[in-house]
């Protein structure tokens, strides 16, 4: 009797995410950085927004070679519900001397609904870096809760995608069942959703 | 006229190193957070020390799903060379608050010459948190450096490794090549050196 339910919750899963590998996102991140070198933006420095910018930053450095700060906020509570805006988990000390005329990379994995990007911008912008760019694996093409302050004109993204659950290949508690259903993904289990727009 | 130096050159490189993928770092997570949970020991906090611990400890997180403060830790002087001393690239903010009494759970990709490690743990114990845990991927096991302080009785190794040239996937200018690498590795291209003790 509880066999159907349990079906149907699974191909809802097979549907409804896009799985990404290591691989890919560093294939993604490479591209990026092509980019951004090709502009003849040069960073001083890579700002990471933690936890999701943390392996994006760290990938992207072994091809521009600048130095990371981090920088922790969280727009969950612990329940995992959307609290009342972002909040500081660890802020870079000595902020003014490190991004004070400074060209700055934000770096996330997601830019999602907006709002962390747009709050850590206004946050960095403060403290007076010469500029700042931002860079995102990935954009979903979605209604945006917040917008970047009219002082960023430079955004990379890695890759577009639809409104769609994004697996992260470190979110995995099971790698190899995460690779499986990349597998399964590219053997067409996925709908149109799990297909990025460009 | 050239062609010989270049081959042994690429043998040496297939000899001398030890390639790493992705997802055999998340499974070496994945038993490190076994291990550390079996243990008893329930950390508050994540510190990471940057930027090669930035990835394990993201990964860490999925697992143990505590929140990570960054510390940035410089070894090396820009051109590679051996500075005086680690100097901090960026450290806790409000340490005293962040730390005082609680469970710390330091970690780093490697264990090397333990001088890095050492000089964080010393750091961190100034700002008397209730207990500090270590945990890193990989110990090579060679004569150290530097030691722990006495106050350190948890240590966690992912893997014991030979002296050997570690390559981790995050420093692979072409992932593809990596994994080549990682494939003629498998294959038995490698010498005794690259294979780990445990």
């Given at each position: 009797?509880?066999?159907?339910?349990?079906?149907?919750?699974?191909?809802?899963?097979?549907?409804?995410?896009?799985?990404?590998?290591?691989?890919?996102?560093?294939?993604?991140v490479?591209?990026?950085?092509?980019?951004?070198?090709?502009?003849?933006?040069?960073?001083?420095v890579t700002v990471a927004i933690g936890t999701g910018g943390f392996i994006p930053a760290r990938i992207l450095k072994t091809?521009l070679?600048k130095p990371i700060l981090t920088v922790?906020?969280?727009?969950?509570?612990?329940?995992?519900?959307?609290?009342?805006?972002?909040?500081?988990?660890?802020?870079?000390?000595?902020?003014?001397?490190?991004?004070?005329?400074?060209?700055?990379l934000l770096i996330d994995e997601?830019?999602?609904?907006?709002?962390?990007?747009?709050?850590?911008?206004?946050?960095?912008?403060?403290?007076?870096?010469?500029?700042?760019?931002?860079a995102?694996l990935?954009?979903?093409?979605?209604?945006?809760?917040?917008?970047?302050?009219?002082?960023?004109?430079?955004?990379?993204?890695?890759?577009?995608?639809?409104?769609?659950?994004?697996?992260?290949?470190?979110?995995?508690?099971?790698?190899?069942?995460?690779?499986?259903?990349?597998?399964?993904?590219?053997?067409?289990?996925?709908?149109?959703?799990?297909?990025?727009?460009?």
């Open positions: 009797m509880t066999v159907t339910p349990v079906r149907y919750s699974e191909r809802m899963e097979t549907i409804a995410k896009r799985y990404f590998s290591y691989n890919e996102i560093h294939r993604t490479s591209a990026l950085a092509r980019e951004i070198l090709a502009s003849g933006f040069e960073p001083d091809f070679k922790g906020v969280k727009l969950y509570n612990d329940d995992n519900q959307m609290g009342e805006g972002p909040k500081k988990v660890q802020w870079i000390d000595e902020v003014e001397r490190k991004l004070r005329g400074k060209r700055v997601v830019d999602d609904s907006r709002t962390t990007l747009a709050y850590c911008l206004r946050e960095l912008l403060s403290h007076h870096p010469a500029e700042i760019g931002v995102v990935h954009c979903k093409d979605k209604a945006k809760c917040d917008q970047f302050p009219p002082e960023i004109t430079r955004y990379w993204v890695g890759q577009h995608l639809q409104d769609i659950w994004v697996v992260y290949p470190w979110d995995a508690e099971d790698i190899d069942a995460h690779e499986r259903n990349i597998q399964a993904m590219h053997l067409g289990a996925g709908s149109p959703a799990s297909i990025p727009l460009a």
